[in-house]
Structure formats: structure tokens, C-alpha cells
């Protein structure tokens, strides 16, 4: 209510109504933020008897809720998605920047030339099912695949004496 009634009437649109409710409280159902619009609306309506243009504007919130509360919370998943995918990327940086620090650590044979292939890595392109993403180097791997054999077999040595 006090939305409607404190910012400039061209401020409010049914957007605008429904976006400042849900920021309020994201998980609002959609019949239960329409009995709160619409009594606010009503409510409202009182301030703004002698203007006819907010009074227009006002009822298109109700008329137009069902396009705005979808179009509202189709925002609010896209940017959830985006933080989402950002945060994943962010990890998997960190996994790598990990993965590179335990590997300059190491003494292994292998150990450099897996550093040396790993900085060429474009990191951007590495997904979550990838296990290097998680820090996992296998055998089946390209980085492992293409060392030099004194590498390849410093690398698959504690493998081959589980064997």
C-alpha cells in the first residue's frame, strides 16, 4: 500500500507493484500477493480520486497481474540461473587454482608436465561433469593421454601397484 501511495504515479506499474512485493517476500503465491495487490489497490484508490490517469494506472495493476507476477518472478529465476552458473564457474576456478597448487607441491615426474598442460587449459570451457572441474585427473583424460611416457607412467604407477 504504501508503495502506491509514496512514489510518483508514473512509477507504478503492475510490474513495478508486483517486483517491490516479491523482493519483500520472494516465495509469495501467486493468489495470495493477488488479495494483497488488489486490497492495496482499492485502498489506494482513495488518494487518487480526482486524478482519472492514476486511477487508469491503478486498475491495470489488477488487470494486468497474471503477465506481471509471471513476467516478475521469469526475472527472478533468470537472474537465480545466472548467479547460479556464476558461482559454479567462480568454484571451479577455485578448484583448478587448487588443483595447480597441489601439483607445484608435488615431486612426481608427472607432476610439471600435468602443471605445464593444465595452464593452457581455457578454464572457462570446463563444465561440473568434468572431473577436472572437481579436481580429478584420469587416466582416460586427453591431459593424461598426451604426456610424455616418462610422465604417463609416474602418473599411473600407484594405479598399476593397486593392480
Not at 510490474?15 to 517476500?25: K, L, P, Q, T
Not at 540461473?81 to 608435488?106: F, H, M, P, V
Request: glycine share 2%; hydrophobic share 35%.
Amino acid at each position: 500500500y504504501n508503495f502506491l501511495i509514496t512514489f510518483p504515479i508514473e512509477y507504478i506499474t503492475p510490474f513495478s507493484v508486483i517486483n517491490e512485493a516479491m523482493e519483500y517476500d520472494p516465495s509469495i503465491q501467486q493468489e495470495e500477493l493477488r488479495e494483497i495487490v488488489t486490497r492495496a489497490v482499492n485502498e489506494s484508490a482513495d488518494t487518487y480520486f480526482e486524478d482519472s490517469e492514476a486511477l487508469e494506472r491503478l486498475n491495470r495493476i489488477c488487470t494486468q497481474f497474471n503477465d506481471a507476477f509471471e513476467g516478475v518472478r521469469s526475472v527472478n529465476n533468470v537472474q537465480e540461473a545466472k548467479l547460479k552458473i556464476n558461482l559454479n564457474k567462480q568454484k571451479i576456478a577455485e578448484n583448478i587454482g587448487d588443483l595447480k597448487t597441489k601439483l607445484k607441491r608435488s615431486s612426481s615426474d608427472h607432476a610439471f608436465e600435468l602443471l605445464e598442460r593444465l595452464n593452457s587449459l581455457p578454464i572457462k570451457d570446463l563444465k561440473w561433469n568434468d572431473p577436472l572441474a572437481s579436481q580429478v585427473i584420469s587416466d582416460e583424460s586427453k591431459l593424461v593421454q598426451n604426456l610424455e611416457e616418462a610422465s604417463e607412467k609416474s602418473f599411473m604407477e600407484p594405479f598399476n601397484k593397486m593392480q
